[in-house]
């Protein structure tokens, strides 16, 4: 039986995430295969619906990645999103749905190493849950 590879979706902001992401490449740092990024300009951008949606389609796991507390370059997106985290958590919580499975990092554009790390985090938190249920998650998130 092939071991579960979970699907983990990564919010990252342009000025720290994404850039760290990019440093762990060149640095050849290795980390699994499982996160799809998608690039904001800033954390303030991800709104409950997003990370709600991210769940929808199939995602088993989510995370936002953010500048670090007050070095936002939008001075408090990254504090917002992490409101927006926590409010998704309570929601999956209300639906069944650990909300282990979304949380919120900070990091510098400089922390490539860290990025590795929180990716193999989350990989390894998401196998231990194991898979999110999708027809469950589609009509609990739905609903
Ligand atoms: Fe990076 Fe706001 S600019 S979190």
Redesign the pocket.
């Known amino acids: 039986m092939s071991e579960f590879e979970p699907k983990i979706v990564a919010y990252c ?5 994404f850039a760290a992401a990019d440093l762990a490449g060149a640095m050849r740092l290795q980390y699994p295969p499982n996160v799809r990024i998608i690039k ?5 951008k991800v709104d409950a619906i997003h990370l709600m949606k991210a769940f929808e389609d199939g995602a088993d796991g989510v995370f936002v990645a ?2 670090l507390e007050g ?4 001075l408090e ?2 504090l917002r ?1 992490k409101k927006r985290v926590a409010y998704v958590k309570r929601l999956l919580a209300e639906v069944q749905i650990e909300p282990e499975r979304i949380d919120m990092f900070n990091l510098s554009s400089a922390m490539g190493g860290r990025f590795a790390e929180i990716v193999e985090e989350m990989t390894q938190r998401i196998k231990d849950l194991g898979p999110v249920n999708a027809n469950e998650t589609r009509q609990a998130v739905k609903s």
């Not at 902001?13 to 995430?17: K, M, P, S, V, W």
């Not at 070095?71 to 939008?74: A, K, L, R």
């Open positions: 902001c342009n000025f720290c995430a904001l300009p800033c954390t303030g953010g500048c070095q936002c370059h939008y997106g990254n999103a």
